[in-house]
Nanobody, 121 residues
Framework: QVQLVESGGGLVQAGGSLRLSCVAS????????MGWFRQAPGKQREFVAY???????YYADSVKGRFTISRDNAKNTVYLQMNSLKPEDTAVYHC???????????????WGQGTQVTVSS
């Protein structure tokens, strides 16, 4: 079992930045691949970014160049640094633990409860 807890969401103006954190417990974090997904009201959950256990990185085209995923194995934490935020980035952001890179959310094994990010225009 893996427990995931996100934090760092909030309200920010367009062009601003936020850093989300996701702390994992219950299993050896360094062996886990970690992803970030988001879900806006009335829309399906969508892939945002993924970092493998070896720190290979993958991004959705919509966030490439603006968001950065990273991990700190000593702190059992994965981060999502979000810069140049746009109103369309408004969503609940979830972290998830998965064995391999995929954009399909149902292939991830564990999920956090999510943190709200709201970007005002």
């Amino acid at each position: 079992q893996v427990q995931l807890v996100e934090s760092g969401g909030g309200l920010v103006q367009a062009g601003g930045s936020l850093r989300l954190s996701c702390v994992a417990s219950g299993r050896t974090f360094r062996n886990l691949g970690m992803g970030w997904f988001r879900q806006a009201p009335g829309k399906q959950r969508e892939f945002v970014a993924y970092i493998s256990w070896s720190s290979s990185l993958y991004y959705a085209d919509s966030v490439k160049g603006r968001f950065t995923i990273s991990r700190d194995n000593a702190k059992n934490t994965v981060y999502l640094q979000m810069n140049s935020l746009k109103p369309e980035d408004t969503a609940v952001y979830h972290c998830a633990a998965g064995r391999y890179y995929t954009v399909r959310d149902h292939e991830y094994d564990y999920w956090g409860q999510g943190t709200q990010v709201t970007v005002s225009s």
